[in-house]
């Protein structure tokens, strides 16, 4: 490979010799002219089926979204009255029972880590703060009881 010609062993391009005829110029611009509105007509017709899958997924959402607030809307009217029941006669009592177990925990102990494990799901109806439970001292074992550090 010689360093001083880039193309290495490629054979150099030659410019052709001589002009081409006027009938083959006339033919080349008239593929090309073909070429071109057949080109045309591809992008458009792309182009409309775009359009028209746009709408169709359009109108999909649309009757979708509107499908789902005609549930929301039933359910919502389903709902409303057991809602209002609850917050009536059941809350009332489910407060006074998680009341009930707190007073019962403090006096017990051994009742408080399985109140503390349903906290999470009772938390909007106890009455104080969370307790935290006493974590006992973790003792190494038997043998290696250390003064202090080195």
């Known amino acids: 490979m010689n360093p001083s010609d880039p193309q290495g062993e490629l054979l150099p391009v030659t410019p052709p010799e001589g002009e081409p005829s006027a009938d083959a110029a006339a033919e080349e611009a008239e593929y090309l002219s073909d070429e071109l509105h057949r080109t045309r007509a591809l992008l458009q017709m792309t182009l409309v089926a775009l359009l028209v899958l746009t709408a169709g997924i359009g109108l999909f959402l649309f009757k979708s979204k509107r499908m ?83």
């Open 68 to 150: 789902a607030r005609d549930q929301a809307n039933e359910l919502r009217l389903r709902v409303a009255p057991i809602h209002t029941e609850f917050r009536q006669s059941k809350e009332p009592a489910v407060r006074r029972f998680v009341a009930a177990l707190q007073q019962f925990a403090e006096t017990n102990r051994n009742f408080q880590p399985v109140l503390e494990r349903y906290r999470p799901y009772l938390s909007g109806y106890f009455t104080g703060p969370a307790r935290p439970t006493p974590v006992p001292p973790i003792l190494p074992p038997a043998g290696e009881i250390t003064t202090g550090p080195k």
